[in-house]
């Protein structure tokens, strides 16, 4: 008999072994006392494992080392409890008839049923006392970092130059009826340049949409978005006369051959600078899009 006691014993003592070891195992390395600020740099291996690294605030005092030490003592109590129970179990299906064995087994599976109640009941009265205690260390947040907002830059390739001109005293054509309320219109001095040389031509067209101040970013009678080449006078909307589709090509045919790229959006054309850039800016090839088809400058 004694020998079978001592048997059951290495047994017992075995299993706490190891489930006592494989937990330090799998959670190292464990860091105490840690400053939040400080960076550890891990050593490269051949294979990386994946650590669980337990840190508590020494600044927040003995209270941070308690919550951690009632954290992991909940940990470890379950899984001794449930080791506790298999172990019982596996001893009452093997005793053989062996009564003693049977009710020794049984009463492990008892104390370890009462120890699961009394382990409830301990964190229940934690949770009255004080329901900070029972936070896992790992839910408390980091500190935000201070935002540091970088003054916004506009790419130097982007930045228009405030060379804008009024288009109406060159006498270049307006559309009136859409255009007309306002007393100015205004495009980039290279496009007007361009423009004023083909108002004669056949045939005749008008501007639709321009700037209406000279200031950059500028007013245009229609919204647009912050990036819009129109916003810099690099580009503008023209109608021909007859809002003819044969109209529209032979003007395309026109402004192409001044140097200017045209977007054939059926109701008018979107007229731009080559080296415009921004929305409505000239691709870089000729292909269609949902808005139209571009044509570029000969």
């Known amino acids: 008999m004694d020998l079978k006691k001592n048997s059951t014993m290495k047994i017992i003592s075995t299993v706490l072994l190891i489930f006592l070891v494989l937990p330090v195992l799998y959670f190292h390395p464990i860091s105490v006392f840690a400053d939040e600020d400080t960076i550890t740099t891990p050593i490269p291996v051949l294979a ?13 005092g003995i209270g941070s080392l308690i ?18 129970i298999v172990y019982a179990g596996f001893q009452y299906l093997t005793s053989g008839g062996n009564t003693a064995q049977q009710k020794d087994a049984q009463e492990r599976i008892v104390s370890a049923i009462i120890g699961i109640v009394l382990l409830f009941a301990f964190y229940i009265i934690l949770y009255t006392i004080n329901p900070d205690i029972l936070k896992i260390p790992s839910e408390t947040a980091a500190p935000t970092p201070l935002a540091v907002t970088q003054p916004a830059v506009t790419p130097p390739d982007q930045t228009p130059s405030n060379n804008l001109v009024n288009i109406i005293s060159m006498g270049i054509p307006i559309d009136y009826i859409t255009f007309g309320q306002y007393s100015e219109a205004f495009l980039d001095s290279t496009l007007a340049s361009k423009l004023s040389q083909l108002k004669n031509i056949n045939p005749s067209w008008h501007v639709h949409d321009a700037c209406i101040n000279s200031n950059l970013p500028c007013l245009t009678s229609i919204p647009r978005s912050a990036d819009d080449c129109h916003l810099d006078g690099t580009c503008v909307d023209i109608d021909s006369v007859s809002d003819s589709s044969e109209d529209n090509k032979k003007i395309i045919a026109e402004f192409n051959k001044a140097g200017l790229a045209v977007l054939d959006e059926g109701d008018h054309l979107h007229v731009t600078l080559p080296e ?3 929305y409505g800016s000239y691709p870089g090839s000729d292909y269609c899009i949902a808005q139209g088809c571009w044509y570029g400058a000969i």
């Open 48 to 60: 990386t494992p994946t650590f669980e690294v337990i840190t508590f605030d020494a600044s927040e």
């Open 67 to 84: 919550k951690l030490l009632i954290w992991w003592a909940f940990r470890l109590a379950g899984i001794l409890a449930f080791v506790m």
């Open 276 to 278: 415009a850039t921004g």
